[in-house]
């Protein structure tokens, strides 16, 4: 079985779990370094990024003017403690499987396979970006990830409206496109019970609109945005399953580079180091793949070899 058939197989499976498993009680928690959509009612785990939102902007809320408690800073260390908590489980969850996360098990990252297979099956070519372009989009996940901590914490402590606590899920494209799957339209919908709350349904339809056309002309086009990757980011040196390079080995066949779904150069441009771990990677390993050069592209867990490219492998798919 070649690695992007069991790729297909655990994705689908991990759609299905995710997804559905509310269906059946299944409860991974709230700390999945994933899209896992927690508006989909029967959704079994929960996108870590709602929970820190959430999380952030109850931390310093025993502090304001209408907590009633009788130790607020008691509160917010309590508060406190649930924040490391969260984070304790998304660091352990991210450190064991990197960014194949993003490739393997997202929910959402599925979607956009299917997007991109239906873009392929009536024969419309995948939209470019220069690598120039490239970099300057990339930046949007960072500032987003910055938006998605700060807007929480100025909701918490009364500067901002508490829509703002969910400020990133508010624009969140899975958040109108998943529910879908459950048989739940409700965030299509526009909401004018505040103005606030317009604000976010306008700003969510024109997001959602916007990322499916991208993700319709180019593959994965929503990851570029993503600030789940961008949290990765911070872990990428404590990966224990990564890709990893042989320079020596590189025919420069150029291999690595067309089969990349994020476009990503590193892997193809790298002839010294042997971490090849690009920021935007989503640990898909289809470079790996389709690298015609023995033993020049490894996929390791911690130590041990997990796969590594060969010139007989690639010829056979």
Not at 13 to 31: A, C, E, H, M
Not at 193 to 218: E, N
Not at 289 to 299: I, M, N, P, R
């Amino acid at each position: 079985m070649t690695i992007t058939k069991l790729r297909l197989i655990i994705q689908h499976l991990g759609f299905l779990v995710f997804t559905y498993g509310g269906f059946f009680r299944i409860n991974l928690g709230q700390s999945i370094p994933c899209l896992s959509c927690p508006f989909v009612y029967s959704c079994t785990g929960f996108c870590y990024l709602m929970m820190l939102q959430r999380a952030l902007g109850t931390l310093f809320l025993p502090l304001n003017a209408t907590f009633t408690g009788v130790d607020p800073w008691a509160g917010v260390w309590q508060n406190f403690l649930n924040v490391l908590a969260g984070l304790l489980a998304f660091s352990i969850l991210v450190i064991f499987l990197g960014k194949s996360w993003c490739g393997w098990l997202c929910p959402f990252g599925l979607v956009q396979d299917w997007i991109t297979r239906l873009r392929r099956k009536l024969g419309i070519r995948e939209s470019e970006i220069l690598i120039r372009q490239k970099e300057k989009l990339s930046i949007i996940k960072y500032i987003l990830l910055v938006y998605l901590i700060v807007m929480p914490i100025m909701a918490g402590v009364g500067w901002l409206p508490i829509d703002f606590i969910l400020a990133f899920c508010n624009i969140c494209p899975a958040k109108a496109l998943m529910p879908l799957f459950a048989g739940d339209a409700q965030y299509i919908a526009m909401d004018f019970s505040t103005s606030v709350a317009m604000g976010f349904s306008i700003a969510l339809t024109l997001v959602t609109a916007s990322m499916l056309i991208g993700m319709f002309f180019k593959d994965r086009f929503f990851c570029l945005f993503c600030p789940m990757l961008a949290l990765m980011n911070f872990y990428k040196k404590l990966y224990l399953l990564k890709l990893a390079k042989e320079p020596l080995a590189c025919h420069g066949c150029g291999n690595c580079r067309r089969t990349c779904s994020m476009d990503n150069e590193t892997v193809y441009r790298e002839r010294v180091k042997r971490d090849v771990y690009d920021a935007d990677c989503m640990g898909c390993f289809k470079c790996a793949e389709g690298c015609a050069a023995d033993k020049s592209l490894l996929v390791k867990l911690g130590p041990l070899k997990v796969f590594s490219s060969s010139r007989r492998y690639a010829a056979r798919i």
